[in-house]
């Protein structure tokens, strides 16, 4: 079968690859995380000013209109060249579910602020006592006047740090089953009784953080969907959040990296490239590249015809995160010893970009989801097999 993008989604790519080529050449260098903020957020103004952050939104919400194909063009070519700016928790992942369970009057307040690259959202799921088991939740919500009052400690809260709202699920019904006594909340970060403490990863990274909630106070109106229905709520936007072009995009980016590193250095004496298992292995790579690509693709046109990708986000998610392990596992094998030189060192090859890679990979296959959830959810969802 040919795939081939139309004249408008190629045009549009050409014009974002020259844009992004301009703007990225004046990118700080050797800058702390408070810095790569500060221009990701310039980045972000600028983004939202063209119109490109939420193109594919309707227009009455602040986006273009357009095919979710020139939204995934825009994604593919923002990872692969590794350019920040997009904020995924609200462009990705709310604003897509708000737009399925939200009011009007949600829809109004919430989205223009995600269209104007105003604000930065996170995701308030995962608990020190419920990853994978979600549904087993125990941070509480009870309600107060107008209000509901959350207690509990969300982990693992990517960018929390620097959000200004969070997603929340909460149980509203603690004699409920679980999955049906849990609410969907919107939370503004700044509200008092919520501290966010900093998780620290192995690769000397500040994106997780621990959030805490002691007595703090939501409106009402901040309920998305029904009341004690919230995970069909958080479920949608997991399908959201599992269903993006970045790990090919990205892992295409590394992949040529990768083989051109092979065409001009030696090992043993050789050329890596003339290396008959590291051929093999980079041309496996090329070729989960590919999957993990068209997989996005169809994602991508399931969500243009108003579909909600639910096993096909699974094997995206399980394709794309055990690709990005696959790459920097053949990476380090092929860098030897300096491959361990963290970024910074002058004789670290790829500028230490694999040796960081390795260690946040760690993470890929749990975050999200673990590929075990995913592959649980192809089988029972996808292929009708019965609940063991």
């Excluded at 692969?80 to 897509?96: E, I, K, L, N, S």
């Excluded at 053949?330 to 491959?339: F, I, R, S, V």
Aim: glycine residues 10%; charged residues 25%; contains cysteine.
């Amino acid at each position: 079968m040919n795939f081939e993008f139309s004249d408008e989604e190629v045009s549009f790519r050409k014009e974002l690859q020259s844009w992004l080529k301009d703007e990225l050449k004046d990118r700080p260098q050797d800058t702390d995380s408070d810095g790569e903020w500060a221009f990701g957020l310039e980045m972000r103004k600028k983004l939202a000013d063209k119109g490109w952050l939420t193109m594919a939104w309707p227009e009455e919400y602040g986006g273009q209109g357009v095919s979710h194909m020139m939204q995934v063009v825009f994604a593919e070519e923002m990872s692969y060249h590794r350019a920040p700016g997009r904020d995924v928790f609200g462009t990705r992942m709310m604003a897509p579910t708000l737009m399925i369970h939200g009011t009007e009057e949600q829809k109004k307040e919430f989205l223009p602020p995600v269209s104007k690259g105003e604000v930065q959202w996170c995701q308030g799921y995962s608990e020190p006592e419920s990853g994978s088991d979600l549904a087993s939740l125990q941070t509480r919500a009870v309600e107060d006047g107008d209000d509901f009052i959350i207690n509990g400690t969300k982990i693992w809260t990517s960018s929390a740090h620097r959000a200004d709202h969070i997603m929340v699920l909460t149980r509203t019904d603690p004699d409920a089953p679980k999955h049906r006594g849990i609410s969907f909340l919107l939370c503004d970060m700044n509200t008092p009784g919520l501290t966010v403490n900093p998780i620290i990863n192995m690769a000397g990274d500040h994106g997780f953080n621990m959030v805490t909630f002691d007595n703090v106070r939501v409106p009402k109106k901040n309920l998305v969907g029904e009341q004690n229905r919230g995970w069909y709520v958080g479920a949608t936007l997991l399908d959201f959040e599992r269903s993006g072009v970045d790990y090919s995009a990205g892992g295409r980016r590394v992949l040529e990296e990768l083989t051109d590193y092979a065409k001009n250095n030696n090992q043993n004496g050789s050329l890596i490239s003339d290396n008959p298992i590291m051929r093999n292995r980079l041309a496996n790579l090329a070729i989960e590249v590919e999957v993990s690509r068209l997989i996005s693709y169809n994602i991508a046109w399931m969500q243009g015809e108003g579909l909600v990708p639910n096993k096909e986000s699974s094997m995206g998610k399980v394709v794309g995160t055990e690709l990005q392990q696959h790459l920097s596992e053949t990476g380090m094998q092929m860098l030897g010893l300096h491959g361990q030189l963290e970024p910074g060192s002058k004789y670290a090859p790829l500028e230490g970009r694999i040796e960081h890679m390795h260690l946040t990979n760690v993470s890929e296959t749990i975050q999200a989801g673990t590929s075990e959830i995913q592959r649980n959810i192809i089988a029972t969802r996808g292929l009708g097999l019965p609940r063991g």
